[in-house]
């Protein structure tokens, strides 16, 4: 789960969601992976979890017809999951 302090702070990622606290977990991933810091993304891996960050990147990626990241990003962040996720 995330941090709804944390989600407030960074609300300029969602700034045309009225409460950014009822983003769920794929959405909030989707922002920080478009357009987020590196930092950031490591602040949402701490909350989640690799294990989470993992199985939301593949269904984001491999699963749903619609991929809302970039080609750029999802290929980074496919090498650093494949790379350091447990499996």
């Known amino acids: 789960m995330v941090d709804s302090k944390w989600l407030v702070d960074k609300k300029h990622y969602w700034w045309w969601v009225p409460d950014v606290t009822q983003l769920d977990d794929e959405a909030v991933m989707e922002g920080?992976?478009?357009y987020g810091r590196w930092r950031e993304f490591l602040e949402l891996k701490?909350?989640?979890g690799?294990?989470?960050l993992?199985?939301?990147f593949y269904y984001m990626t491999?699963?749903?017809t619609r991929v809302?990241?970039?080609p750029e990003k999802i290929a980074l962040y496919d090498h650093?999951?494949?790379r350091h996720a447990t499996h």
């Open 80 to 82: 650093y999951i494949q």
């Open 46 to 48: 701490q909350m989640l």
């Open 54 to 56: 993992r199985e939301l």
């Open 32 to 34: 920080i992976l478009n």
């Open 50 to 52: 690799m294990p989470r």
């Open 68 to 70: 809302n990241l970039r």
């Open 62 to 64: 491999k699963v749903k």
